[in-house]
């Protein structure tokens, strides 16, 4: 029981780095958190900071990652400082290598659809299997070629959120966690956190990723959000093979090799299968001969969390002011942006970009996936 | 696909062993799976090869394990060595590599029979090279007659230290000293416990024997040691602790180790079962029925990977969950089964009454249980006591936001060897339960896989021809 | 047996003998070993140095569980040397840090 002025609803990577920008922006922020064992999209995630690819549905949404991508290094180095960790953020641009040319020419030209629409601003080349050759000696010769996004990159995501948290503490946040939230109820002055008496906050911002489907609707919200099953599979130490990350294969900063990533609708269901382990073991071979003695220590799943889009949804409450959204389902390349520049608006300010309301929930209503 | 397996054992030990006799018996066609060369688990370790002399040092107790190999001769048997179960899915699919070569299968019934493990031992040093458990000094003497011959130093806790320290003298070998660290507490505290021990005499007895065998060898012996640090630069030099009152550095170049046993519970974790923390050994056990069924159905366990009961109880648990593989296969009336089961129950009974005392009698020294800061406790990531007590401060309930946070049971092992302790460190810094932090989230593959076996079966489903 | 191993062996007449090379050191094993044993009996105490700190490691529990025995054999890394019994003419490196990828020759 307390008193806050931000309550911040969800200790993963969106509610942290919200946390934590709200915190750079003078507000007193305190974060509720579920216990050890939640629906993790945090600790179950492939680190990329991510553009290429994002928003041939809504180019906004290229735009706004692509801010996120530039920003990162800003955050990386203010975290690091915060917080003592080595982040091993990463940007020297990324692949989405292809087996076949005819899903390479597929992604081509939705590519060059998406550059169409940004009037020529959107970086990136095709290449032949030689040319790619050439950049990653590594592939196998069933490799058609790949798209090269110059922005992309990666980053260890466990050290981000643990940096994240570090600094939030380190500055004098409050982090309340070993229960999910189970209600928030608006008072005629801010907001009741769970059950009576609860916790009473002037500010409330949801950031709960699945949990936000439940929460939005008592706070004049909406988060129609669903799960979307990634598996991963994580391979032991090697020595630097990989000097790019890619969509399906990367190796961390540690030498560690990750394989992803499946896509599955499966409801609330974080399991693996061996079924989609092999399928994915099968591409990265195909693609990289290389590993085929590498050894699997673990395979995980984990939950995106989807809006019927894809994209985020950013929403202000109109009914109960004080209340908002943030979701999305790449936490990990948002969070420059997240921590950066939409925690300044909502602790007061105005819009980041001219095109904020691009992520308002309104979207839903208007078309047939709502 | 062809046809599932009547009855997949897995683990050739004790509980394997009977359990694969008693479906056998009953003419269930049974595929026994085992991870090690030769059948016998760690208790029997190669008991089919031992020369008799072994035979005589190992003992009796050794000896006895060689009559539960007379199953590997029933016709309805498939015994795979060498075989490395790397997946057991909760619709019985069986995943396993045996020469490189991933294979799956699809079973009626399971019995899991994956047997125990020392528990690790961590204190600042623990991980120097020549550095090792107790029970693994037996497994060399078991398979490979190696003796530790240059003056080995035991130190730890628990009825197998006694047994390899003693089995050492009978062999020729030497012992520099015998570093107890059992807390002088423990006895009193056990006697509540001792009641029902007396129920099997013959445990009291054994361990009488073996101390007699310990003082006639003369060797220095050490209570209520505590503030052990393992020293040396590349290899373990000298063992440093504090007993009666005095520091003592005592120069070894082997250091074996011992805290008792646990339950290796990688595949019930791995399973999702429910697992239940046991404060007087303080470990988990998975919830298993009296048949040794879980809560999935035709999955059963059968053995000390069901909490520590010893072999004895694990042939009789075996000999449990085989029978009753039998009657629900169709095999046995239940009528039939339980004829056959009650003496069974009877003999299980009493070997269970005796644990408690010996139990809390051994239970580890606080320690190891939650080491001082510098110790490495995952040994594969190298993390230490003092970081998980940081993450705690970062707000960290329980170990897999440990393991998100710093990497603790993302290595290799996949949490066997730091995951008790990571649970015990959190809990006492939070002040909590050790059964509400919990434990890692275990996921398959529970033994390391290579890509190419994994891609090999991307086109082919359970029980298909490989 | 070198003089400064920690363990002998108990006398087995029936046992064959087996070579093999452990850093390019010709060493001899009996029938049925483990290759950890094997590499303990020959008075080696480390298998691996660790991808993390660097940090000497060697056999734990015999039982392949703490992959602390982790070896390179004949080119192939990250074996665990309790799990695998030695062959003859078997070449054996310890672990230096991470992996490499595919295979190499065991003793260049």
């Known amino acids: ?370 | ?466 | 047996m070198p003089i400064d191993s920690p363990f002998r062996r108990l006398p087995d007449a029936q046992a064959r003998t087996l070579a093999f090379t452990f850093a390019g050191r010709e060493l001899e094993a009996r029938e049925g070993d483990s290759l950890a044993a094997a590499i303990l009996a020959a008075g080696i105490a480390t298998t691996r140095h660790t991808p993390v700190s660097g940090a000497p490691r060697g056999p734990y529990c015999m039982i392949g569980l703490c992959f602390e025995c982790l070896v390179e054999i004949d080119g192939e890394p990250n074996r665990q040397a309790c799990m695998v019994e030695v062959r003859d003419g078997m070449r054996v490196k310890a672990m230096q840090g991470a992996r490499g990828l595919g295979k190499g020759p065991a003793d260049e």
């Open chain 1, 1 to 370: 029981m307390g008193e806050t002025e931000y309550a911040v609803i969800g200790g993963g990577l969106v509610g942290m780095a919200v946390a934590f920008g709200l915190q750079r922006a003078g507000r007193r922020v305190t974060v509720f958190d579920e216990g050890d064992v939640a629906f993790r999209a945090s600790r179950g995630n492939f680190g990329l900071v991510w553009v290429q690819g994002k928003g041939a549905g809504l180019p906004d949404y290229a735009r706004w990652s692509r801010l996120s991508a530039a920003l990162w290094p800003e955050l990386a180095a203010e975290l690091e400082e915060a917080s003592g960790l080595k982040l091993e953020l990463s940007q020297p641009g990324g692949f989405d290598i292809c087996l076949t040319e005819a899903e390479l020419a597929a992604k081509a030209a939705s590519m060059a659809a998406l550059r169409a629409r940004l009037d020529g601003d959107y970086p990136f080349e095709v290449l032949g299997h030689n040319r790619l050759r050439e950049m990653l000696p590594a592939i196998g010769p069933k490799v058609a070629g790949a798209i090269y996004g110059p922005e992309d990159g990666h980053v260890n995501p466990l050290y981000l959120l643990r940096a994240l948290t570090a600094a939030f503490l380190g500055r004098g946040g409050r982090i309340e966690n070993g229960a999910a939230v189970a209600e928030i109820a608006p008072l005629a002055w801010g907001f009741r956190i769970g059950a009576a008496p609860g916790w009473r906050a002037e500010k409330v911002v949801l950031c709960a990723g699945l949990g936000n489907a439940r929460l939005a609707p008592l706070v004049g919200l909406n988060a129609p959000v669903k799960p979307n099953r990634g598996q991963v599979l994580i391979c032991e130490r090697a020595a630097p093979f990989l000097p790019y990350p890619n969509l399906h294969v990367r190796q961390t900063g540690e030498g560690t090799v990750q394989i992803g990533a499946s896509s599955e609708d499966v409801g609330l269901d974080d399991g693996t299968t061996p079924q989609a382990m092999a399928a994915m073991a099968k591409q990265a071979v195909d693609m990289f001969p290389v590993l085929e003695n590498i050894r699997v220590v673990r395979a995980w799943g984990a939950l995106r969390i989807m809006s019927p889009d894809g994209h985020p949804i950013y929403e202000a409450s109109r009914a109960h002011p004080g209340a908002s959204l943030v979701t999305c389902h790449s936490g990990v390349t948002l969070a420059a942006c997240h921590a950066l520049r939409l925690a300044p608006w909502i602790a007061g300010g105005s819009p980041p970009v001219p095109y904020l309301e691009s992520f308002s929930a309104d979207r839903f209503a208007l078309s047939p996936a709502a």
């Open chain 2, 1 to 466: 696909m062809s046809d599932p397996v009547p009855l997949i054992v897995i683990g050739a030990g004790p509980a394997g062993l009977c359990a694969a006799a008693e479906a056998t018996a009953a003419g269930v066609e049974t595929l026994l799976l085992d991870e090690q060369t030769a059948p016998g688990g760690q208790i029997y370790r190669a008991i089919g090869r031992a020369s008799p002399e072994r035979q005589a040092i190992l003992g009796s107790d050794y000896g006895r394990g060689a009559r539960l190999l007379e199953v590997l001769d029933s016709g309805c048997l498939d015994y795979r060595p060498s075989a490395s179960v790397w997946q057991v899915t909760p619709e019985r699919e069986v995943y396993f590599t045996i020469a490189g070569q991933a294979q799956s299968l699809r079973a009626e019934r399971i019995v899991l029979a994956s047997g125990a493990m020392e528990r690790p031992m961590p204190f600042p040093g623990w991980t120097l090279p020549g550095v090792m458990g107790a029970g693994a000094a037996q497994t060399l003497l078991k398979s490979s007659g190696l003796l530790p011959g240059g003056g080995a130093v035991l130190a730890g806790s628990g009825p197998l230290l006694f047994l390899v320290a003693s089995q050492i003298l009978d062999a020729g070998g030497r012992i520099a000293a015998l570093v107890e660290t059992t807390p002088r507490g423990n006895s009193m505290r056990a006697m509540p416990y001792l009641p029902a021990m007396l129920r099997m005499p013959s445990y009291l007895t054994k361990g009488a024997v073996l101390l007699a065998r310990l003082r006639r060898a003369k060797a220095p012996h050490f209570k209520g040691a505590h503030n052990l640090s393992a020293q040396g630069g590349k290899r373990i030099e000298f063992l440093r602790f504090t007993a009666g009152g005095r520091d003592h550095d005592v120069p070894c170049s082997l250091l074996l180790l011992h805290q008792g046993v646990v339950s290796n519970v990688q595949i019930t974790r791995a399973l999702g079962l429910a697992h239940d923390w046991k404060p007087l050994p303080r470990a988990w056990q998975p919830r298993l029925d009296p048949w040794g069924g879980s809560a999935l159905e035709g999955i059963a366990m059968a053995g000390d990977g069901g909490g520590i009961f010893g072999a004895r109880a694990a042939e009789l648990q075996g000999r449990l969950a085989g029978l009753d593989a039998a009657y629900r296969l169709g095999k046995l009336t239940q009528a039939a089964r339980d004829a056959k089961a009650r003496s069974v129950q009877r003999a299980l009974a009493a070997e269970r009454a005796a644990r408690p005392f010996l139990d809390r009698l051994y239970q580890p020294a606080a320690e190891f249980l939650n080491p001082a800061d510098e110790t490495l406790v995952c040994r594969c990531e190298e993390v230490t006591a003092g970081q998980i007590r940081g993450f705690v401060k970062l707000g960290c309930l329980g170990p897999n936001q440990a393991k998100s946070f710093g990497r603790a049971g993302m290595g290799p092992c996949q949490g066997r060897v730091c995951g008790l302790c990571v649970s015990e460190i959190i809990a006492r810094a939070r002040g909590a339960d050790v059964q509400d932090v919990g434990y890692f989230r275990i996921r398959p593959p529970i033994k390391p896989v290579t890509l190419a076996e994994l891609a090999a079966m991307a086109c082919a489903g359970p029980n298909d021809a490989k």
